[in-house]
Structure formats: C-alpha cells, structure tokens
T-cell receptor
Framework: DAKTTQPPSMDCAEGRAANLPCNHS???????VYWYRQIHSQGPQYIIH?????ETNEMASLIITEDRKSSTLILPHATLRDTAVYYC????????????WGAGTKLIIKP | EAQVTQNPRYLITVTGKKLTVTCSQN?????MSWYRQDPGLGLRQIYY???????DKGDVPEGYKVSRKEKRNFPLILESPSPNQTSLYFC??????????????FGQGTRLTVV
C-alpha cells in the first residue's frame, strides 16, 4: 500500500501558486519524499525530492514539516501546462528501484 | 539527450501471440523497472532489475518475463498475452547512489491491447 495520502483533486487559477499537500505520517528516518507528475498518459516526470530540509529547483519548491510527517509541493506560478496528476512518494535510501505509487492529486489549472 | 525509449508505443495483438516490448536507456543506470498502469489502480511494478543479470519480481509479475543481458536494455516479454494484460506500460530507470537517492526516468509508455 502507498505510504502517503493526498487529496484526490485540486483546482488552481493560472498564474497563482499551487500548493499540493501530502501526508506521510509513517515515514522513517531513511526515507526521502519524492514528487512526480504525470501529464495525461505520458510517462511520469520527476519534479523534486527532499529528506529533511526544504528544497527548491526550477520547477517547484518542497516544504517538509519539522516532524517530517507531511510536506507541500509548491508550483509558484501555475500555468495551464501544469495540469496533471501529482504523486507524492516516500522512497527508502539506497532502494530507489521500488516506488510505491498512490492515487495522486489531479491538479487542474484554470484560466 | 538522457532518455528512456520504449517500443512500440501502441500495440494491438491477439490472445496467446507472444510479444516483446523493448526498453532502452542511455544514462548508464543500474536500476530498471517495468510498471503497468490501469484506471483506478495506479502504477504497479511488474519486475525490476538492480543490474545486469539481476532481476526480481514486483507486485504483479504473473504473465510476464524480463531479461537484463545488457545494462542499457530491459525488455518485457509476454509469452501468452491475455485480455487482462491490456494496459499502459512504463519502463523506468534510475541511478544507484550510495547512501542517497536518485530520481527515476520514465519512458513514454506502451499502450497494449490484447483482444
């Protein structure tokens, strides 16, 4: 079973920040938080990952709570092309060959 | 360009006719995996490989075979396809990193229909 819980769907206005929450209350100390997205039926695309600290890259920011039991993916200026299913996954260190996928959050960006 | 290439992208076949879906990556990754994606069931792992000649079953291996004779290739074989194997298939690869974790790269998918 997936070790994360995400809302099934969310809307966001174009140009606004999209904040996608994820609960991973059973995460252990050697597990990373990863975010991927899947646009329509294309192959999933890596977005960002983190262990304890907040992370930022050209696509998004990842905010992890101090107790590591939840995180938020932030797309700072959402565009229509960001409409996709977003998956939050916890991944053990040294064993990234097995990803357990949940249902994800369907994010719809509205004009 | 770093990529995972699957072929074919679309395939319609008949029950019982053996088929192979190829997967190749050009990033020298150790790990490779196959997933199937069905509506309402999400992505489920079929088989994975940690390196050449090392393969292992994922969550839904029944009816599938794989091989890893070269680092770059990881074909998925359906010896006798059945209609319940109609699905969207993805191949993925990732790098092994001591004490760390790396992202997976996915192919564009193969939509298989078995009639």
């Amino acid at each position: 079973d997936a070790k994360t819980t995400q809302p099934p769907s969310m809307d966001c206005a174009e140009g606004r920040a999209a904040n996608l929450p994820c609960n991973h209350s059973t995460i252990s100390g050697n597990e990373y938080v990863y975010w991927y997205r899947q646009i329509h039926s294309q192959g999933p695309q890596y977005i960002i990952h983190g262990l304890k600290n907040n992370e930022t890259n050209e696509m998004a920011s990842l905010i992890i709570t101090e107790d590591r039991k939840s995180s938020t993916l932030i797309l700072p200026h959402a565009t229509l092309r960001d409409t996709a299913v977003y998956y939050c996954i916890v991944q053990p260190m040294d064993s990234n060959y097995q990803l357990i996928w949940g249902a994800g959050t369907k994010l719809i960006i509205k004009p | 360009e770093a990529q995972v290439t699957q072929n074919p992208r679309y395939l319609i076949t008949v029950t019982g006719k053996k088929l192979t879906v190829t997967c190749s990556q050009n990033m020298n990754h150790e790990y490779m995996s196959w997933y199937r994606q069905d509506p309402g069931l999400g992505l489920r792992q079929i088989y994975y490989s940690m390196n050449v000649e090392v393969t292992d079953k994922g969550d839904v291996p029944e009816g599938y075979k794989v091989s890893r004779k070269e680092k770059r290739n990881f074909p998925l074989i359906l010896e006798s396809p059945s209609p319940n194997q109609t699905s969207l298939y993805f191949c993925a690869s990732s790098l092994w990193q001591v004490g760390g974790s790396t992202e997976a790269f996915f192919g564009q998918g193969t939509r298989l229909t078995v009639v």
